[in-house]
């Protein structure tokens, strides 16, 4: 397994993926925290996490998007399945190495905070609470891509699937108000990723909404896993 993990580590540093990764991320955040904070005069760092949730759904994919796919497409997974590790720990590898990435970079964007201490006194619990809230998510997001990518060997195709996916994860709340049907409202409010993130933003760890982000990342690995399975024995 941790042959696995260092060889993914490396493909982000030695092809332009980890590189276009790190570049798109931190201008798109940078963007995001002087539009949400220095425009608008405030240090609540709230609104800034909130809109990059919709980042992710663009940003995450680009991290999974060859974790299985490229393997596939490059006929490199016969010799991952033939290794003597298990499938559960190749899925999981390849999921810490995507995930090391993406917290690595996030806790890089926090220097953008340091500004804030010059203009106003930032509110420390609630920047904490959205940015646990933020890595939990992104745990969750990357389980999601890791999963489309065992499906195809495009990584086009999984990359637009996991946007899909992640898209539905976010807006499903916003349709509550044009729904009548409560058990239609009470669904889309349970899979909706967005609504159990607001009490981050208050500085309150929500252990049903982190409970929820875990589950959804045990879900789609454990989903990755069978397919992978699936082949192997194919």
């Not at 810490?96 to 106003?120: D, E, I, R």
Request: proline share 2%; net charge positive; charged share 10%.
């Amino acid at each position: 397994m941790l042959a696995i993990y260092k060889k993914e580590m490396r493909t982000y540093f030695t092809t332009p993926l980890g590189y276009a990764f790190i570049a798109v991320f931190l201008a798109v955040s940078g963007f995001v925290f002087a539009f949400t904070t220095f425009q608008s005069q405030t240090s609540d760092v709230s609104g800034y996490f909130q809109m990059m949730i919709f980042g992710y759904i663009v940003l995450v994919p680009l991290l999974t998007m060859r974790s299985f796919a490229e393997e596939r497409r490059t006929r490199t997974e016969q010799l991952l399945m033939t290794s003597p590790v298990s499938v559960t720990a190749m899925v999981f590898a390849k999921f810490l190495a995507a995930l090391t990435m993406f917290a690595g970079t996030v806790l890089v964007s926090c220097v953008y905070y340091l500004p804030l201490f010059g203009y106003g006194e930032p509110n420390v619990g609630r920047a904490v609470g959205c940015l646990i809230a933020m890595l939990l998510l992104g745990g969750a997001f990357i389980a999601v891509g890791i999963f489309v990518s065992t499906l195809t060997e495009s990584t086009v195709n999984a990359s637009i699937g996991t946007m899909g996916i992640l898209l539905l994860f976010v807006v499903a709340a916003i349709f509550n108000n044009l729904i009548d049907a409560y058990v239609i409202r009470a669904v889309l409010s349970w899979i909706s990723v967005y609504s159990r993130y607001v009490n981050f933003t208050y500085g309150i760890f929500d252990v049903a909404a982190a409970v929820y982000y875990l589950s959804i990342t045990g879900i789609f690995l454990f989903l990755a896993v069978r397919m992978c399975e699936r082949r192997r024995y194919a």
